[in-house]
């Protein structure tokens, strides 16, 4: 079982930055990809950012230019750089693992954007 354990949340205003990390409980190169997903309020989880084991990354448009996802293997963590944040940024962000058996899910952390 690999557990996923997140913190960087919290409040800022637009235009504001937060970084999320994700500390894993085994290393994060066992994993086939890992990746940040978001749930606002009445919507749908949605994927912000991932990262393959060979260090690929991926964004929607949504996020593209303004979240950087990245890691540090020594500290089997990952992160989520967040800039130019904007009110519908807010929601409760899921750091997200995957490797051949399963999937994994940390408990999620808030953001919130708001003047």
């Known amino acids: 079982q690999v557990q996923l354990v997140e913190s960087g949340g919290g409040s800022v205003q637009p235009g504001g930055s937060l970084r999320l990390s994700c500390a894993a409980s085994?290393?994060?190169?066992?994993?086939?990809?890992m990746g940040w997903y978001r749930q606002a309020p009445g919507k749908e989880r949605e994927l912000v950012a991932t990262?393959?084991?060979?260090?690929?990354?991926g964004y929607p448009a949504s996020v593209k230019g303004r979240f950087t996802i990245s890691r540090d293997s020594a500290k089997s963590t990952v992160y989520l750089q967040m800039n130019s944040l904007k009110p519908e940024d807010t929601a409760v962000y899921y750091c997200n693992a995957n490797n051949v058996v399963a999937s994994y899910w940390g408990q999620g952390t808030q953001v919130t954007v708001s003047s």
């Open positions: 085994t290393s994060i190169f066992s994993m086939n990809y």
């Open positions: 990262i393959t084991s060979g260090g690929t990354t």
